[in-house]
């Protein structure tokens, strides 16, 4: 993952986010990258790795999610995939930034609601 420009919040009220994401024959979703499981109505925590020296870095292990469904979509036609909807828990670190042109996040907790 390479998201810029990051501003790190702890939001006061639940966000709700997008992901596109790889789903098999049995309909369970898994990450693009990672492949890990991804649990419906679950909440999931990232291990969220930083730089030591640079704060608003991410090493990885943080939960990527878009801020908007039309930059979801516009990603599903690069990768393929399916598109789910989620929820970043209130209080949850999370980092605000730009992945290319769209408006996304790094969270260390994620809940996955469904396929959209």
């Known amino acids: 993952m390479c998201q810029v420009n990051n501003k790190r919040?702890?939001?006061?009220?639940?966000?709700?986010?997008?992901?596109?994401?790889?789903?098999?024959?049995?309909?369970t979703f898994y990450s693009f990258y990672q492949g890990m499981v991804l649990l419906v109505n679950k909440i999931l925590i990232?291990?969220?790795?930083?730089h030591p020296r640079h704060p608003l870095e991410i090493y990885g292990g943080m939960f990527h999610s878009y801020?908007?469904?039309k930059d979801t979509k516009r990603m599903k036609?690069?990768?393929g995939g399916v598109l789910i909807k989620c929820k970043i828990p209130k209080n949850t670190l999370i980092y605000e930034g730009l992945f290319g042109i769209s408006k996304s996040y790094s969270s260390r907790m994620i809940e996955i609601l469904g396929e959209i």
């Open 9 to 27: 919040i702890y939001p006061e009220k639940d966000i709700i986010c997008y992901k596109v994401v790889v789903k098999d024959p049995n309909d």
């Open 46 to 50: 990232a291990k969220g790795l930083h």
């Open 67 to 69: 801020k908007y469904k």
């Open 77 to 79: 036609k690069f990768c």
